[in-house]
């Protein structure tokens, strides 16, 4: 079974530039997830999918991160403008139950460096 | 709201030794309580995982942790360290549904283990 899928891996702008990622989950799994992982720090959820509705975004700071997933299958993050402090690692995450206790599965993650 | 506490940000060890990562919670109620290990430039991968049941959970690459309720503890232990357990360890928890359960992971920060041969 192929697992979650990001591209690309590693991405280097300046600030004010906007960059976009993308995740494609485990075949079948409706729940996605965004979290972002600065340096020293334990992933901090972003934004929560239930096939193609949100269903937990209330840490995505609104003003400059976008995400969307409509086809219910792939998604995408967008970060436009890029602030210094949103260096990190984006990892994308799925799971194939809704519920508490669900394993959710990761993929490796996109690190971005804004300059 | 739900926290998680890893007690050492590096832990160092010799090879065939007995690791202890600690992790503590912020609950009265019991929260779902899980393990992850992150090796460089990876994602995260599940190493074990308690929802219900017994309180001593055995996991992947022979590692097990035990819930203590009294002691608001979920520590990971494996009896004797080899040189590819060098990795990061995250401790992560489900908010219980009581205290508006949430299928969010909230992470501690991560522990660094070495192992030295």
């Known amino acids: 079974e192929a697992g979650v899928a990001q591209s690309p891996r590693y991405k280097i702008i300046e600030k004010r530039q906007s960059v976009a990622f993308w995740c494609n989950p485990i075949s079948g799994h409706a729940t996605l997830y965004w979290y972002q992982q600065i340096l020293g720090q334990g992933p901090k959820l972003l934004i929560q999918f239930q096939n193609n509705g949100v269903v937990d975004d209330s840490q995505l700071p609104k003003d400059r991160f976008s995400a969307e997933r409509l086809k219910g299958v792939d998604s995408t993050l967008k970060i436009q403008p890029a602030k210094l402090e949103d260096s990190a690692v984006y990892l994308c995450a799925s799971s194939s139950l809704t519920g508490v206790g669900e394993t959710q599965y990761f993929g490796p993650g996109t690190r971005l460096l804004v300059l | 709201a739900q926290s998680v506490t890893q007690l050492g940000s590096h832990v160092s060890v010799s090879e065939g030794a007995l690791v202890l990562l600690r992790c503590n919670y912020s609950s009265s109620v019991p929260p779902y309580l899980f393990w992850y290990v992150q090796y460089p430039n990876q994602g995260l991968q599940l190493l074990l995982k308690y929802t219900t049941g017994a309180t001593l959970v055995k996991g992947i690459n022979g590692f097990e942790a035990e819930f203590k309720k009294s002691e608001t503890s979920f520590h990971l232990t494996k009896p004797s360290a080899h040189m590819s357990d060098a990795a990061e360890y995250f401790c992560?928890?489900?908010?219980?549904?009581?205290?508006?359960?949430?299928?969010?992971?909230?992470f501690g920060k991560g522990t660094k283990l070495t192992v030295n041969p």
């Open positions: 992560a928890v489900n908010p219980p549904l009581s205290q508006g359960g949430s299928e969010k992971l909230v």
